[in-house]
C-alpha cells in the first residue's frame, strides 16, 4: 500500500540546474574526447577487472586486500610513494606512473588518508584508470569539488566515492571497497545506495530470498558523489545479469528525483520489458534541520524532504519499502509480476553460488570482520560533526570584509516581502558550487523558484552564469547599482565560499528605493562551513574557532568525544496531540538509525527519543557509553538496539550490552535487541543465555513491534 501520494505534475517542482560545460581538457593527451558520462560502463567489474591499491602497504589496505583476493578479486599489484619491491606476493611500485606502464590496471582501490585523499585520486585520474574507489572518510568537500571540476573535463576515469563502501560484483567475484563479504551472494538484482548499512540489510534480505546480486554499488553519504543512483540505473538496465534493480536512498540532495526521472523515461521507452525496482528513502521522520550521520543527510533550500521524494519514485512508478528486510519477497513478487521466472532466476543465482561456494551468509565462515575504525580517517579528531552553522549574530564577523569588497551595506532589520533569496552553494547533481538565487523569500514560492547555476570550482562563476542569475531574479530592470551590486556581490560571496570551505553562504536582501542599492538583511543570514577541512587538515581555524560548544547540547558533546552521533529528538508541544517520544534507540550506521526511526514511526506508530549512530567503530565500550547517554533522558521507557553486522561484529556487541547491564544503572528499563548479519549467532547467544531478562529478535518487524508494545505499556 502507498504511504504517501502525490500527483506526477509535482516531478516539475524541484529546483531546476544549469549544469556548466567543460571548459577544458585536463590530464589525458588522447584525441577523442567524450564527457564523464561515457564513463559508466566502466562500473562493469567482474573477473577481468585488473585492480591495484593506493596505499597498498597500509594496516588497512593489506587487510583489505588479503580477504579480497580469497573472494576472487583480480588484484595486480598496488602503490605506496617511496616502495618498491613486493607485498603480499604482489609487485610494489612507488608510483602511479609506473604502475599503469607495468600492471595496466583497469581500477584503483584508494586506500589513503582524507588530507591526502583528493591529491590521489587526482594522481588516479591523471593516470587514466578507469574505475577510482575511494573509501576514506572525512574528505573535505572543496577537496572533491576541485576533484569533480577535473573528472567533468575527461572521460577516461569514473569515480565511486567518496566516503563508500565501494563497489562490489558477486556474480564476478570482484570487491573493491570493504563491503562484509559474508553477506554477499551472486545473482541478479542490482543495488545503489546512499547509506553502507541500509545496503547491507538489503543485501542479506536479498541473499535470504535466493535472487542474489549482480553488482552493488555504494555511492557514499557525502554532499556529492562521484557515481549517483542515475549513473547505476544506466549500467543495470544494459546489464544482461541484472533482472531486477534496487535503490537505497536518504534525506539530502536530488539524487532520488533525478532517479526518478530517468524511471519515468526509461519505463516510457522500455514498456511492459522494464526491469522491476524496488525503492526506500531514509530519513522521513529526521529531525528538521540536522545532519543525521551523513555529511550529506541535511535538506537545503528548495529540496524536497525525504517523505516527498519517496512519493516522487513511486509516482515514477518504483515499488517502496518501508524497512530493507522487506526487499528480498518485494523483489521476488515484483520479478514475478513482470512475467519473468521466478525459479529460473533463482536458479541460476543458485548455480552461481555453488560455483564459488558462498551459499548464504550464515554458511561461509567469516574471516575476521573489518569494524568502521578499519576505514581511512584522519587522526584529527574522532568527532563525527559534518558542518559548522553560525547563526545570524555570528555571520557578520567573516563575512563583512566580502561585503566591502561588493559595496553592500548589512541591515539588522527582517527582509521586505519584496526582498530576493541570493546565496552560493553545493549543486550535488551537477558537483559542482552554483549559484541559488530565487525572485522571492516568501516560504511558499522559495522552494519552487530557487535555482541552482552550477559553476566550475576553479574557475569560479563566469559572467554568463552570473548574468543568468541576475535574471532569474528579475532584475533586468533594477537600478544600475543594483545590478552592479549584484554582480559584485556573487562574485564576493563565490570568494568567500571557496576561501573559507563554505557549504552553504545565503541571504535576503533587498533594493533601497531611495538610492538603488542593495541591502543584506542579517536576520536571514545562513553560514555553513565543512568541519572536515578543519578535523582533516587542520585548514580554516579561524572559522571554527567561533563554534559555540556552551551553546549545545552536553550529551551530544559527551558522543562525540567517543565518536557516536546522538542526536536528542524534540517532544511536541504540551498542546499537540502527538505521542510522546519514549523510545530509545542504540543503532549501527546512519542510514540504519534514519530508518529505525521511520520504520518504528511509520509501520508501528512509535516514537523515538533520540537518533544514535555508534558507527562502525562500535566497540564494547562504545556500546556501553550509548547506554549512558540514552539513559540520561527521563522520557525513555524502553531501549531498542538494532544492529546488523556488516562492519560491526554481532557478537561483540553483545558483549557491550552485557557489559552495559553490569556497569550502567539501566533503571529497570525494558532492552529488546536484533542482532543480524556478522557473528549473528554469537551475538543472539550472549543475548540468550545472559540471564538478564533481554529480549531477542531475528526480524526488525517482529522486534519493532514488541519494543512499541512495551513503550505503551
Not at 589513503?112 to 578507469?130: D, S, T
Not at 556501553?624 to 553486522?645: A, M, T
Amino acid at each position: 500500500m502507498a504511504l504517501f501520494r502525490r500527483s506526477p505534475a509535482s516531478l516539475a517542482l524541484r529546483p531546476r540546474s544549469t549544469v556548466p560545460v567543460a571548459s577544458r581538457r585536463t590530464f589525458s593527451a588522447s584525441r577523442t574526447r567524450c564527457g564523464y558520462d561515457d564513463t559508466v560502463q566502466n562500473l562493469r567489474i567482474g573477473k577481468h577487472t585488473r585492480v591495484i591499491y593506493q596505499g597498498f602497504t597500509g594496516r588497512v589496505a593489506t587487510g583489505n586486500a588479503k580477504d579480497s583476493l580469497a573472494y576472487g578479486t583480480n588484484i595486480v599489484g598496488g602503490v605506496t610513494p617511496g616502495k618498491e619491491g613486493e607485498h603480499l606476493g604482489l609487485p610494489l611500485l612507488p608510483n602511479l606512473r609506473k604502475a599503469k606502464e607495468q600492471l595496466k590496471p583497469d581500477a584503483t582501490a584508494v586506500f589513503v588518508a582524507a588530507p591526502q585523499c583528493g591529491k590521489a585520486i587526482e594522481e588516479a585520474i591523471e593516470a587514466e584508470i578507469g574505475l577510482i574507489v575511494s573509501v576514506a572518510e572525512h574528505i573535505p568537500l572543496h577537496d572533491m569539488m576541485r576533484v569533480f571540476s577535473i573528472l567533468r573535463t575527461q572521460s577516461k576515469s569514473r569515480l565511486v566515492g567518496a566516503n563508500a563502501p565501494g563497489i562490489i560484483s558477486p556474480i564476478g567475484s570482484c570487491r573493491i571497497g570493504f563491503q562484509p563479504l559474508p553477506t554477499f551472494a551472486p545473482g541478479h538484482i542490482g543495488i545503489v545506495a546512499k547509506s553502507g548499512t541500509l545496503s547491507y540489510e538489503t543485501v542479506a534480505s536479498i541473499t535470504r530470498s535466493g535472487l542474489g546480486q549482480s553488482l552493488c554499488i555504494g555511492m557514499g553519504g557525502d554532499i556529492i558523489a562521484g557515481t549517483n543512483m542515475v549513473d547505476a540505473l544506466r549500467v543495470f538496465e544494459s546489464d544482461p545479469e541484472t533482472a531486477g534493480i534496487v535503490l537505497v536512498g536518504e534525506v539530502g540532495g536530488r539524487a532520488e528525483e533525478d532517479a526518478a526521472d530517468w524511471i519515468v523515461d526509461y519505463r516510457k521507452r522500455v514498456g511492459e520489458k522494464a526491469k522491476p525496482i524496488a525503492a526506500l528513502v531514509g530519513g522521513i521522520v529526521a529531525p528538521e534541520g540536522r545532519i543525521t550521520g551523513h555529511a550529506g543527510a541535511w535538506r537545503g533550500v528548495g529540496e524536497r524532504t525525504a517523505k516527498e521524494k519517496y512519493a516522487v519514485l513511486e509516482a515514477a512508478g518504483a515499488t517502496m519499502v518501508q524497512h530493507p528486510e522487506d526487499f528480498g519477497g518485494v523483489m521476488k513478487t515484483l520479478l514475478s509480476q513482470s512475467g519473468r521466472d521466478v525459479g529460473k532466476i533463482v536458479g541460476n543465482a543458485q548455480k552461481q553460488q555453488q560455483k564459488r561456494g558462498y551459499h548464504t551468509m550464515r554458511r561461509r565462515p567469516a574471516a575476521a570482520p573489518y569494524r568502521q575504525e578499519s576505514r581511512i580517517t584522519s587522526n584529527a579528531s574522532k568527532e563525527q560533526r559534518r558542518g559548522l552553522l553560525l547563526g545570524p549574530d555570528q555571520a557578520p564577523a567573516p563575512l563583512e570584509p566580502y561585503l566591502g569588497q561588493a559595496g553592500v551595506s548589512l541591515s539588522d532589520t527582517e527582509a521586505p516581502e519584496d526582498a530576493f533569496h541570493l546565496g552560493v552553494t553545493v549543486d550535488r547533481t551537477a558537483r559542482s558550487p552554483c549559484l541559488a538565487v530565487s525572485p522571492s523569500t516568501q516560504p511558499s514560492q522559495l522552494s519552487q523558484r530557487l535555482r541552482h547555476f552550477p559553476y566550475d570550482w576553479r574557475q569560479g562563476p563566469t559572467d554568463a552564469t552570473i548574468k543568468s542569475a541576475i535574471a532569474h531574479m528579475q532584475l533586468d530592470a533594477a537600478p544600475p547599482a543594483a545590478r552592479a551590486q549584484t554582480t559584485a556581490l556573487l562574485r564576493a560571496l563565490a570568494k568567500m565560499y571557496t576561501d573559507k570551505e563554505a557549504v552553504t553562504l545565503s541571504a535576503s536582501v533587498s533594493i533601497t528605493p531611495s538610492s538603488g542599492t542593495l541591502t543584506l538583511h542579517q536576520p536571514t543570514l545562513h553560514l555553513q562551513f565543512d568541519d572536515a577541512a578543519f578535523r582533516s587538515c587542520n585548514r580554516q581555524e579561524d572559522i571554527h574557532s567561533l563554534r559555540r560548544k556552551n551553546l549545545e547540547d552536553p550529551a551530544e558533546l559527551e558522543a562525540e568525544t567517543h565518536g557516536i552521533v546522538f542526536l536528542t529528538l524534540p517532544s511536541p508541544a504540551a498542546s499537540s496531540t502527538a505521542a510522546q517520544p519514549n523510545i530509545g534507540t542504540l543503532v549501527n550506521g546512519a542510514g540504519l538509525a534514519m530508518n529505525t526511526l521511520d520504520a518504528l514511526a511509520l509501520q508501528h506508530s512509535g516514537t523515538a527519543t533520540n537518533f544514535l549512530d555508534t558507527g562502525g567503530k562500535a566497540t564494547a565500550a562504545t556500546v556501553k557509553k550509548s547506554f549512558e547517554l540514552i539513559l540520561q533522558d527521563p522520557r525513555v521507557k524502553v531501549i531498542f538496539v538494532n544492529i546488523f553486522g556488516g562492519l560491526t561484529d554481532g557478537g561483540m556487541v553483545a558483549e557491550g550490552i552485557l557489559l552495559a547491564f553490569r556497569e550502567v544503572d539501566m533503571r529497570g528499563l525494558p532492552v529488546v535487541v536484533r542482532i543480524r548479519g556478522t557473528n549473528e549467532g554469537k551475538g543472539q547467544r550472549v543475548i540468550a543465555e545472559s540471564g538478564l531478562g533481554l529480549e531477542a529478535f531475528d526480524g526488525f518487524a517482529e522486534a519493532a513491534g514488541r519494543v512499541v508494545e512495551l513503550a505503551n505499556r
